[in-house]
């Protein structure tokens, strides 16, 4: 693969990666403006609890995608199961567009919600593994860390345009009462719409040397293959566990904390997550070009060692934070400390397996455990509240970076991800 194609492929990888996270993440963004129109009305945290409930089961789609697809791409291509996982995203967002209230419809409009979700999920399953697979494999060997930066500018741009749509809804373009009675569709429109492009680009991606040098019969992987491999996707679940909780408390459940508990008006909110979102992006290929020079593990363990004990503390003066900008502080120190682990895991899993198998044993695992941990983040926070022990959820997220860190102490300093990578990943 040439210099060109290879720039190419990054730039469709990245585009469909941005346009998959929009898709998904428009639901979070825009949940306090929808979820009175799916479900019975009441007390606010109730109905934010129902959304948050469907947000968390679109994530046990994901192990299915990440299943299927994963497979797909380590059988017929990461180019295929890239361009499926798109479609399928957008049939998910179109399918909530167009959805009717429960008003209009009853309890068929949390159903066919779900449903949408369901399917989402299922495509971000497999997005994850595919992408990730991709941008390690057309990556220079020296260069890897700062390429895999970029999957989360990527996931992260998508949660970002998300939210800037909602600022321009909420100061430029509409009312409050307009946003929430048909407003908030508008960005799952756009979102489906926006497959025709990510379509087409993906079509012209070229396939990775490495799935093309390793793709014979004999070679083939699969779940029984992926067994073989115990110990890479035990090590994937357990990196995984603290990072996905980290990132989703401090990237989606936020924006609810800082105005359902905080008391910050939705906007001022809003504007705290966006902006935090615009320094965590930048920081990605920083770190990732960091890992480069130094190696793997000591971004790991920064993460581990910072969320294992700086979160309950942090957590603590957040809960009595009164200013904007001492909440946005707060909130860029937790992303980080996370981005030692947003930054690189990408490339940290996709290196631990050969080239036959690396699609779904990045996919599998990883989707596994988003879908068990990640996805029920905000419905752990939010059901602390309910029950009147918000600050358990500060220890709730430490224990989980205790996994991380522990599983990154265990990694032998001859595994890959102790030392910068040099030479090709193992095929």
């Known amino acids: 693969m040439n210099t060109a194609q290879r720039i190419r492929g990054i730039v469709a990888g990245s585009a469909g990666n941005l346009l998959e996270y929009f898709d998904w993440y428009v639901y979070s963004s825009f949940t306090i403006y929808f979820a009175h129109a799916f479900f019975p009305h009441g007390n606010p945290t109730v109905e934010l609890l129902n959304a ?6 679109g994530f046990f789609m994901r192990p299915v995608g990440g299943w299927l697809l994963g497979m797909a791409a380590d059988r017929y291509g990461r180019r295929s199961a890239l361009t499926i996982s798109v479609l399928t995203m957008c ?59 970029f999957l989360y500018v990527t996931l992260v741009m998508g949660q970002l345009l998300a939210l800037v749509l909602l600022l321009l809804m909420q100061y430029v373009l509409l009312t409050p009462q307009q946003i929430a009675s048909w ?68 990237t989606i459940y936020m924006q609810k904390y800082l105005a359902n508990t905080l008391g910050f008006p939705k906007e001022t909110a809003t504007l705290i997550s966006t902006a935090s979102l615009v320094v965590f992006a930048a920081m990605q290929p920083v770190f990732g070009a960091i890992s480069d020079k130094i190696g793997r593990k000591p971004l790991l363990l920064f993460f581990g060692f910072g969320a294992t004990f700086g979160t309950i503390p942090l957590l603590h003066v957040l809960a009595t934070a009164s200013s904007p900008w001492v909440a946005f502080g707060l909130i860029v120190t937790a992303l980080f400390i996370a981005s030692g682990y ?9 290196e631990l397996f050969p080239t036959r198998i690396r699609a779904l044993g ?36 430490s224990i989980c970076a205790a996994v991380t860190l522990f599983t990154v102490l265990r990694l032998k300093q001859a595994d890959r991800i102790s030392a910068p990578a040099t030479a090709p990943a193992r095929s």
């Open 52 to 57: 948050a409930a469907v947000f968390a089961v």
């Open 342 to 350: 947003t930054s690189i895991n990408a490339i940290v899993k996709a």
């Open 183 to 250: 407003g908030w569709r508008v960005p799952f429109l756009m979102g489906a719409l926006g497959a025709v492009l990510v379509f087409w680009l993906r079509r012209q991606m070229t396939e990775s040397d490495s799935f093309k040098n390793a793709h014979t019969e004999e070679e083939k992987g699969g779940i029984r293959v992926l067994l073989h491999h115990w110990r890479a996707v035990l090590t994937v679940c357990g990196l995984t566990l603290g990072g996905t909780v980290a990132f989703y408390t401090y």
């Open 91 to 149: 049939l998910g967002s179109l399918a909530i567009a167009v959805c009717p209230t429960y008003d209009q419809i009853g309890l068929a409009a949390p159903l066919l919600l779900l449903i949408a979700r369901l399917l989402q999920g299922l495509s971000l399953g497999g997005e994850y593994g595919a992408s990730a697979t991709y941008l390690a494999e057309v990556a220079t060997p020296e260069h890897r860390g700062f390429w895999s930066g």
């Open 362 to 397: 990045v996919a599998l695992p990883y989707a596994l455990t988003v879908s068990i941990f990640g996805g029920t983040t905000e419905y752990i926070a939010l059901w602390c509240k309910q029950i009147g022990h918000e600050n358990w959820f500060a220890g709730y997220v």
